[in-house]
């Protein structure tokens, strides 16, 4: 899972204080308004501390920066979406054979970049290292654990890493033309070649 955002403050218990867990509420309430009415351009730090109702010292200590306030309105589908690969039907989820889950996690993976494109460009984009993070960890390894059992033989990590390629936010924000079938179609052709079965 990505996990928490940076500067989360625990409570002794190990949960989030009531207070923070609040704050965070509204803060991500305020981002997710100003995305849906005026675009993840829109996302200005001083701006959602201000429709939050909060300090801009809060969003900074709780978020780190606008990478990091948009890696926290990604979460919850983030979260969604790899409980569905790792624990849901097939054949996204277990059961299914090994060339199957690929293709349905490709194919759910572009349908969830495709829709939070803009919001994924600005968390990818931060740094020139921010889109291997936590999910993209998880993705690879996934895939990779995948390719080595359609595949044995085969360098799983290159193989997960040539998969990925096509999902980068930048890319696709690049490719504005490429419609989710057209990329879908793309991935099936790239398996097709890089994976025969």
């Known amino acids: 899972m990505i996990g928490s955002a940076a500067g989360d403050r625990p409570d002794r ?5 009531a207070d923070a867990a609040r ?5 991500l309430a305020a981002a997710e308004g100003i995305v849906a009415t005026r675009g993840v351009e829109a996302l200005a730090m001083a701006d959602v501390a201000a429709a939050a109702g909060v300090g801009v010292g809060t969003l900074y200590r709780r978020f780190g920066d606008r990478s990091g306030l948009a890696h926290a309105l990604i979460d919850r589908r983030e979260r969604e979406f ?6 849901g039907p097939p054949p996204l989820g277990p059961g299914a054979p090994a060339a199957e ?11 969830r970049t495709v829709e939070q494109l803009d919001l994924l460009l600005v968390a990818e984009t931060a740094g020139p290292f921010a889109r291997f993070g ?24 290159f193989l997960a890493d040539a998969l990925l ?33």
Not at 23 to 27: C, H, L, Q, T, V
Not at 101 to 111: G, P, Q, S, V, Y
């Open 13 to 17: 218990s190990g949960g989030e204080r």
């Open 165 to 197: 390629a096509p999902l980068a936010a930048n890319l696709l924000a690049y490719r504005r033309d490429l419609t989710l079938d057209g990329l879908r179609a793309g991935l099936d052709d790239l398996l097709t070649g890089t994976l025969p079965e």
């Open 101 to 111: 889950r690929i293709r349905a996690f490709l194919h759910a993976l572009a349908r």
């Open 23 to 27: 704050n965070r509420a509204k803060i």
């Open 134 to 157: 936590g999910a993209y960890h998880a993705y690879h390894r996934h895939l990779a654990i995948l390719v080595a059992e359609l595949r044995p033989g085969r360098d799983p990590s």
């Open 82 to 87: 790899q409980a569905a690969y790792l624990s």
